[in-house]
């Protein structure tokens, strides 16, 4: 369709002087995370008693769940909504997602004081808590996400296993495996798909009921009744306009040209969405007259601004311009503005409005935090550029279409 | 994970949150704005306009629980009163001054350490169930179970749970346990009983309410007309009597709602037993279901 291919690795040489520097940050970011493990979190970071939670957890848990939002958003439009057009975009957003909550979960790990009892909440329960409801449905997602790309896997190595040495003899038995796997999966393969999208829901917007207990610690701006519905709507907003910005980043990384038939169609449906989060965080303001705060000019009220003018209506008036929708540098800009937005909403929620009542000085991420949140996103690129060689994942454009077998799946 | 395992993760998980908050919710809504508590609830009146200052608390708590400390002696050094400090894993309890608004009298000072709310944030934000209300009133924090998030710190309206951050291997959460251990020995908590004034008072959670009533009712003037503690976040199992307005004392202002009231609403609205993931789950199998014969329709159309 459209003169797309199916999906195949990418043949291009791995290092570029690009992915040189990418790893350079990734290597700094894994030295200070050893440090971490070895020395404890006071030695790293500027948390403290007043401050307990930093970037660590506002940014690379908080925002990197909302950014994997590409995952579950493009799954309900690809399979439920079986809209067959975009179906070349499931794969690459399958593929953010499952290295965005791998790495979600490292970062979490991370920042655990007792990170090797990360398990304790499989056994440990407390029903009220909703990090326990964010935690169990970000475990299951993420065991999710790997079954939903293990026919990826399947389509890669049937035929083709071909291990060194000793090891030929498990290919045979591999190889059955694979395509005992692949035809199970196949029959089963919805079951996992509406799955990861109930718990993404669920998990999205539990994330923002997290905060809901800090109670007057958090600015009146953004603490609300509502937070968990907010930070649902927002991750659904920021879901499409991640997977333009991969889309179109990774066709320039590529050499490829970016698929602007299918990106266009994307980003028409990007507006109303942004449009119905909008209205819920401005009537939400309305309704609460949390409006009064933002008379004055401080910290808050600047942040609380930028986060709404810039990230939110700004985009949403590019995305429903026709014409920004069908010119690339449009769609890019205004994609990355979402970004920007859900990026301002997830600071400022867990780090600007969290006023404790006896802080001595406020909490400014250390050097060490920084590098590691980058070195985490230098990790995932340089993976994500690593798996796109090993696995069918992006689609070429022109030549032939033969049908494969996924009818779930739906890769044509 | 198949359906049969899944549905039994649901149930377990709705039967032991009915378990943990049922009871107690229940009887909140029975009581009004009032506080499900045991008659075994105990608590502390501390009596801000009795208290000297001379940490002799602090010295008691951290013998008690086997901490470091200087000796006696150095508890009088008045310095330390410059600065305000908040409880660590150094001491569970620290005294601070503040100046007295009624100029010449003697400055105040307030003795800090976990308020044991009736209806713990802490209690009920914890990921793992480390923290439980025990029925002698206290809030207490079980180390095997802990994986040191440190949302039970996000949570505390009273911002008293610490972490030791300087620890890279069991890393603990410190806070005041209301020496429990002591208490289930018979004996009073360790703060209490070294006052050498008698500014705290430990006793049966409701008789301290009368008690301070009474006191307010003998001294006119004494006092300010609030108990703090009484009704904030639901109520605590310290609480607090003083001269002037507790804001001035840093206490934070805080409602009468208990603080894990609003989101455990909310997570128990969005998971009413399991009724609204598993309508969702069905809701999007439909949907998936009609798209996908309408599509196989269309497609045989065009044959």
Not at chain 2, 134 to 149: P, Y
Not at chain 2, 200 to 219: P, S
Request: charged share 15%.
């Amino acid at each position: 369709m459209n003169g797309y291919t199916k999906p195949q690795p990418i043949t291009k040489k791995f290092f570029t002087p690009g992915v040189i520097i990418i790893s350079t940050v990734a290597l700094i970011g894994f030295a200070v995370l050893l440090a971490r493990y070895i020395f404890g979190l006071g030695a790293i970071t500027n948390l403290s008693n007043q401050y307990p939670w930093g970037i660590w957890i506002g940014l690379d848990v908080a925002l990197g769940v909302a950014l994997a939002a590409g995952g579950f958003t493009t799954a309900a439009l690809g399979h439920i909504m079986h809209r067959e057009k975009f179906h070349a975009i499931i794969r690459p957003a399958l593929l953010t997602a499952l290295l965005g909550y791998t790495f979600v979960a490292l970062s979490v790990a991370t920042d655990l004081g007792r990170w090797y009892y990360i398990w304790h909440p499989l056994i440990f329960w407390n029903g009220n808590s909703a990090l326990f409801e964010v935690g169990m449905c970000v475990m299951i997602y993420l065991a999710v996400l790997y079954i939903e790309f293990l026919p990826i896997v399947c389509e890669r190595f049937i035929g083709r296993i071909n291990l060194p040495g000793i090891l030929h003899l498990l290919n045979k038995p591999l190889d059955k495996l694979l395509r005992i796997l692949d035809r199970a999966l196949d029959k089963t393969m919805f079951i996992f798909i509406i799955a990861g999208v109930v718990l993404s829901c669920l998990h999205q917007s539990s994330l923002g009921t997290l905060m809901v207990i800090a109670g007057p610690k958090m600015h009146p701006l953004w603490q609300t009744p509502v937070l968990p519905l907010l930070f649902l709507l927002s991750a659904i907003s920021v879901g499409f306009p991640m997977v333009i910005f991969e889309s179109m980043i990774s066709s320039k990384s590529f050499g490829l040209k970016p698929e602007m038939d299918i990106l266009t169609d994307l980003a028409r449906m990007v507006g109303p969405i942004l449009f119905i989060y909008l209205a819920f965080k401005i009537g939400d303001m309305v309704i609460r007259r949390s409006f009064v705060y933002l008379y004055e000019i401080n910290t808050a009220s600047v942040m609380f601004t930028i986060e709404l003018v810039v990230g939110v209506i700004v985009p949403l008036r590019m995305f429903l311009s026709p014409k920004v929708v069908k010119s690339p540098a449009g769609i890019f800009i205004a994609s990355c503005l979402v970004i920007f937005g859900v990026f301002m909403n997830r600071l400022n929620n867990f780090i600007v409005a969290y006023n404790p009542p006896y802080s001595f000085h406020p909490y400014i991420p250390s050097l060490g935090e920084i590098a590691v949140t980058i070195g985490f996103i230098a990790m995932e690129v340089l993976l994500y550029r690593a798996a796109v060689m090993i696995f069918p994942v992006i689609e070429l454009p022109n030549g032939a279409a033969p049908k494969t077998k996924y009818a779930i799946k739906g890769v044509k | 994970m198949s359906k049969q395992s899944r549905r039994d993760f649901l149930k377990t998980t709705a039967i032991a949150t009915t378990a943990i908050t049922g009871l107690a919710s229940k009887k909140t809504k029975a009581e009004g704005r009032g506080v499900y508590l045991p008659d075994k609830a105990m608590g502390v009146l501390v009596d801000t306009t009795v208290c000297i200052g001379c940490r002799r608390c602090e010295w008691a708590c951290k013998t008690a629980h086997d901490m470091p400390t200087p000796p006696l002696e150095n508890y009088d050094d008045r310095t330390v009163y410059e600065n305000m400090r908040r409880p660590d894993y150094t001491s569970y309890t620290v005294v601070n001054e503040y100046e007295n608004d009624d100029t010449g009298k003697f400055p105040i000072d307030v003795k800090v350490q976990c308020m044991h709310c009736n209806q713990p944030a802490c209690v009920s934000a914890c990921i793992v169930g480390a923290f439980s209300k025990l029925e002698n009133g206290a809030v207490v924090w079980d180390e095997s179970k802990c994986i040191g998030c440190r949302y039970c710190m996000v949570a505390c309206p009273f911002q008293i749970p610490a972490f030791e951050y300087q620890k890279a291997i069991q890393p603990r959460i410190t806070k005041c346990d209301f020496c429990s251990a002591r208490q289930a020995e018979g004996k009073l908590p360790a703060c209490v009983e070294i006052c050498p004034v008698e500014a705290l008072t430990f006793g049966k959670r409701e008789d301290l309410i009368q008690v301070a009533k009474e006191k307010m009712r003998l001294y006119p003037g004494r006092y300010v007309d609030h108990i703090y503690g009484e009704f904030e976040v639901g109520g605590t199992s310290w609480m607090y009597l003083a001269s002037q307005d507790f804001s001035k004392l840093a206490f934070p202002k805080l409602q009468r709602d208990p603080a894990p009231g609003v989101s455990e609403s909310i997570q128990h609205g969005l998971f009413a037993y399991f009724v609204p993931p598993i309508a969702l789950y069905a809701l999007l199998g439909g949907v998936m279901w009609l798209n996908k014969n309408k599509k196989s329709e269309s497609e045989e159309e065009q044959l």
